[in-house]
């Protein structure tokens, strides 16, 4: 009998290494996580560590063999600013990377007769807003409104969010015998920001920065105008939102594809929230147009009531909390240590 097993891909990452702390904290079940880069020395020790690719076919055969997978939180991608730069490299990670680990959860739902819970995190750039004025009459974008991404990056999350319900819903649709169907479930996500890791690669990053450069006395020059406004949800809420939906029962999932989201703030009313913990910090606006029009077609804000009608969503942390009890106590704990 081979060993039930959670797989995390992308666990060095922002999101997933909060999400391994949470589950090894929750969870029995043994995880398994795959990435590129080392998972940090504070949580080797808890996982089974591969270092690999997500496109190395012997490596993932090697890993059926040994375990049967249960679960899977696809985390591993390039991020938006540098898929941008290598829209094929990104197309390769995103889009096949996603293809072969979908390819093995059917597998794996066949052979245990059982799906295999597919757990895949979306983003705000799977929207596309045409214009400002556009921008400010939705403010609040519901999943199916205005799926016009123009970044790789969100035609990728866009396709990945397709692919996922094809295979959960008519794969082998032709085939005699209809065969178990993976569960793919997925969380479009504002802009997420954590105490613990600084983002890289992200369009949405000049959130985070304003407070890691603040907490570390450093000037900062954000990269979008004062008044562009989009939603963010601080890491505890996105393994929160990961782990809620995971465990809800299949018959409160309506849908394959939700937003969740916590507060929306324009980039001024970002640095004032700084400003109110770091009085000192130095913040000023340089907008780089060409990153700023990425954001610009991004929606102000994300209409989350289905993710809280069907399975009870809502987050801890509202701005005020997220600031007061969660970014800076941890954020100045880091720096000072250090
Ligand atoms: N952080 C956000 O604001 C945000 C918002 C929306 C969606 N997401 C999505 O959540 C997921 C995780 O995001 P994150 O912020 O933790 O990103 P991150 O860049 O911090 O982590 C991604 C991880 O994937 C790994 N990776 C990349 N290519 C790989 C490959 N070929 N094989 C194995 N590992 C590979 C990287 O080494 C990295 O550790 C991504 O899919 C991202 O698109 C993030």
New binding site residues.
Partial sequence: MRKKVILI??A?????QALVKSLVSQIAMPIIT????PLPEGIHSQVIALQ????DKALLSRLVSEYEVDTIYH?????STRSEFTPEAAHH?NVE?TLGLLNLAAEQSEWRSEPVKFIF????AAYGLPDLDTKASYARVREWEWNNPRTMYGCN?LYCEQLGIYFSKYYRQLAAERPEMLDFRCLR?P??ISAF?V????T?DYGPEMLHNAAQEKPYACFVREDVRIPFMVMPDAVKSLLMLTNAPRSSVAHCVYNVTSFSLSASEFRDWVLKFFPKAVITFEPDIKRQEIVDSWPADLDDSAARRNWNWQPDYDVQRSFAEYLVPNIRNMYQAK
């Fill in positions: 891909t992308g060095s990452g922002e999101i997933g795959l990435d590129i880069a690999g690719d997500i496109m985390l591993a991608a390039l991020l990670v990377g995190p979306s983003s705000i999350k996500f802009g997420l890791t983002p890289s690669g992200g949405s």
